[in-house]
């Protein structure tokens, strides 16, 4: 069983990478981003409160955040392991989740700021069916339309400039420290972000020491 959390600034790529590594090994991809998105489109009693912090720029409370991550975490669907994307934000969530969880590895991904500032800006989301774009990586073949279902694409609430701003200082006030945290367990290892999707995905498993597609081994 590989169990792994994976660190990053909003808009760095670590859900994308989560998400290869978890269709590559029989992962389950568990982001706390999107469970919180999920719970605003199916308009659950905690969806009004996390959609107004989360509009606001601001990190959603611990509480809350450990409520919803212990009850996903509970379902055990993990049969193989999990990637865990979104969490820990800061020191009191990692010393929840240490005393909680056992974890083979930390993986951060590191972004130059400006280069997140960017990339979050060019992100698009289908209204319809909720596949996400990037018009600098991922662009539609339709301007503004889903590939998949034609929907209308459009930015999230929360991707604007000055938002963004606020959640690349909180993640450096507030995230980064918990680094420390893990690395006393000899747990993390950095991977720089600024590459190629393949490129990083493949550092990441040579790090990890797990298999190679054939074309890159």
Known sequence: MHKYVIIGVQGCGKGTQANLLAER??????SVGDIFRSN?????????RIKRIMDAGHLVPDEIVDEVVRKRMDE???NYGFVLDGFPRNRAQTEFFLESYDIDAVIRILVPDEVVIQRVLARRLCGSCGI???LMHHRPAQPDRCDVCGGELVSRADDVEETICKRIADYHTHTEPVI???RRKELVFDVDG??????VQNEIRRRLALPLDAAEA
């Open 25 to 30: 090994f029989n992962l389950t991809h568990i």
């Open 40 to 48: 605003i489109q199916r308009h659950t009693k905690l969806a009004a």
């Open 76 to 78: 055990h669907d993990w």
């Open 132 to 134: 996400d774009y990037n």
């Open 180 to 182: 420390d945290l893990f």
């Open 194 to 199: 600024d590459r190629p999707i393949p490129d």
